[in-house]
Every structure is written in structure tokens, then in C-alpha cells.
């Protein structure tokens, strides 16, 4: 019986709404090319020329926006997710001194409604136009089953480009470098989960004041993840740049003890800045513990760069010079390989 035929989208997968959303922002996606991409949309792989590197090392990394997601839907600020799946990825390549070239985006849920996977879109090509590189290709995927209906992952592949003489990959950290703070922006894109059981346990919501704060949560916890490209690549093309670290999931030990050579441990002074009011907030409402809070959360500090004690003060002139707040929170100290945070 006729009733009785199935289609893809009585199964939950509407092909034709996204190939629209896509098709109407082929001409913004574009906008991101570079003179090095070759062909056009629609490909099975995107195609970029790199040229006039000497001995040049690709720098890939992939991650996604996590459970702000969810927060950033409920808000109707879905933008903000495919910014930050980017300059998440961006932050990542920068650490190393490399210069991002091309991104590739994944955008998956249930079911997505095409105004989500435009805001998304134009987030994403938004990010890439100022960060100086190409959206060259993706994938959208609606599978019902494999998310729950509220569910959505947003994440980005991020390829940047750096001369291997030029790598800033922490192997030449040594004893007596000083550690650069770079301010965050806000909880950037981790911590989410614990956030929102925060949120759920004290019923608050995203128009939740709290008295410590002035501000509604909305605000304050999707504020869009901070890009440290120009700061980095700055402190790079300088020579200062001894390695780096993107505070992501884990905090500030966690991600900063990747660079680190053996050898060398990490002290960090948390008196080396202040420490956004948000974060003892949260603390405190969730009775949460500072050593959970320090493991979770980047407490005010997006990345930390590492450079040579006599250009310390310099370094933090070029970070502030290109739109970063910077400060000396800590040092490099002979001893067992780790990090220290007092």
C-alpha cells in the first residue's frame, strides 16, 4: 500500500531542508577561500595549494564546542557555537607557532532545522574571515538514534602551517622561562557539563542574576571563546615563543604540562592575576572544591605562553599590543616534569 512506503525523512532525516541551508550560504563559505584553495564547493575533499614554505610541518588538531552547545541553542545564539568550534581550533594550531590555514566543520543532531545549521554556518565563516583562513569543506549529519533529540555537536578541523625551524612545540623550554598569562574571556568552550549540573541543582536559568554577578547568565557563561592567534603567532615571529599551551578540558596543569620537556616543571603563582568573579560564584553555589575547580575550569587564563626570562616584560607588551591581556603568572624551575599551581 502507498501508505505503507517510507522515506528518509519519515525516518528523521530531511535532505532536502539542509541542502538548501547549505546552497544558500555557498556565496558566505566562499567569502572564506583563500587564493591558495583550489576547485569549488561541493568536492569530496577540499583542495588547498600550500606553497612558499621551505621545509614546511602541517598542524592539525579537531574539537568540538561540547555541551555550551546546548546552552547557546536554548539562547537562539548558535553563532557563537560555529565561531567557537573554530577559534578553538585556531588557539590550537597558534600554540605551536603555526599560522591556520583551512578548516573543515562537522554539524551533527538529531534532527536539524535549517535556520541552526545557517546561524552555524555563518558563525563558522565568520570566524574564518577574520582569522584568516578557508572553510573548505564539512559534513552536516542528522542521526536520530545516535543523538537525542535535544542533542547537537557542533566541531571543526583546524590545519595551520609552520617551518619545522620555527616549531614552538616546548622543546626549547628550559629553566628560568617565564610563563604568560593570557586573559580568557569567560568559561571559552569546557566545563560546560559541570556548569549547566550547577545551573539544574540551584534552578537557575540563562536569565538567572545572580547577586554576586549584576549580569544574567546568558552573558556571562556563552561569551564567545577568545582567539590568541595574533598574540601567539606575535610572541612566534619575535622568536620569543618557547611553546605553549591552549587551556581547554583538565585546566591549567593538565594542558600546560604537554609542552613541558622533561626536567622542567611549571610553578604558577595564582596571585599573578584575578581570578573572574564567575568562577568563585560557581564555586560556591555548587560547593565545589578548588582543586575540582582548578581541574575543570581555566580560571581566567585561555592560554599561557612560554618565553625567555629576559623577555618577559617585552612579551607581555606584544600580547597586550594584539588585543590579549597578559600577565607573568609563574616560571619554569629545574625538577621532575609537571606542573605546580599555588
Not at 519519515?10 to 583563500?34: M, N, P, Y
Not at 583546524?158 to 622561562?177: F, S, T, W, Y
Not at 541543582?201 to 577568545?226: K, M, N, Y
Not at 596571585?271 to 581566567?300: C, D, H, K, S
Request: glycine share 12%; aromatic share 4%.
Amino acid at each position: 500500500m502507498a501508505s505503507d512506503r517510507l522515506t528518509y525523512k519519515d525516518a528523521g532525516v530531511d535532505r532536502e531542508t539542509i541542502a538548501r541551508s547549505l546552497g544558500a550560504l555557498s556565496d558566505q563559505i566562499r567569502s572564506t577561500f583563500t587564493p591558495q584553495v583550489l576547485g569549488d564547493l561541493g568536492q569530496f575533499s577540499g583542495l588547498y595549494h600550500l606553497r612558499h614554505y621551505r621545509d614546511p610541518v602541517l598542524v592539525s588538531t579537531i574539537d568540538g564546542v561540547g555541551t555550551k552547545a546546548l546552552l547557546l541553542r536554548e539562547a537562539g545564539r548558535l553563532a557563537v557555537a560555529g565561531r567557537d568550534a573554530i577559534v578553538h581550533g585556531v588557539n590550537d594550531v597558534a600554540v605551536l607557532g603555526a599560522t591556520p590555514l583551512f578548516a573543515l566543520d562537522y554539524i551533527a543532531g538529531a534532527r536539524l532545522e535549517a535556520p541552526e545549521v545557517t546561524a552555524l554556518l555563518e558563525g563558522m565563516a565568520a570566524a574564518c574571515r577574520e582569522e584568516g583562513l578557508a572553510l573548505i569543506g564539512g559534513e552536516t549529519a542528522q542521526m536520530p538514534g545516535v543523538y537525542t533529540a535535544q542533542g547537537l555537536d557542533v566541531a571543526a578541523c583546524v590545519v595551520g602551517v609552520v617551518e619545522r625551524d620555527e616549531l614552538a612545540d616546548g622543546a626549547r623550554i628550559k629553566p628560568g622561562c617565564l610563563l604568560i598569562g593570557l586573559a580568557a574571556s569567560g568559561l571559552h568552550t569546557n566545563g560546560y557539563s559541570l556548569a549547566r549540573e550547577i545551573m539544574a541543582r540551584r534552578r537557575w536559568t540563562l536569565d538567572t542574576v545572580p547577586d554576586e554577578l549584576g549580569a544574567p547568565l546568558r552573558d556571562l557563561l556563552l561569551a564567545p571563546h577568545r582567539s590568541y592567534r595574533k598574540p601567539l603567532l606575535a610572541l612566534a615571529t619575535s622568536q620569543f615563543l618557547r611553546g605553549a599551551a591552549h587551556i581547554t578540558g583538565g585546566g591549567i596543569a593538565a594542558n600546560l604540562v604537554r609542552v613541558l620537556p622533561q626536567g622542567c616543571r611549571a610553578v604558577i603563582d595564582t596571585r599573578g592575576w584575578t581570578v573572574p568573579r564567575l568562577f568563585a560564584v560557581l564555586a560556591n553555589a555548587g560547593g565545589i572544591e578548588a582543586e575540582e575547580m582548578l581541574g575543570t575550569f581555566n580560571m581566567g587564563v585561555g592560554a599561557i605562553a612560554v618565553v625567555p626570562r629576559e623577555r618577559g616584560r617585552l612579551s607581555v607588551d606584544i600580547c597586550r599590543a594584539n588585543g590579549a591581556e597578559a600577565w607573568v603568572i609563574g616560571e619554569i624551575v629545574p625538577g621532575e616534569r609537571g606542573v605546580e599551581v599555588r
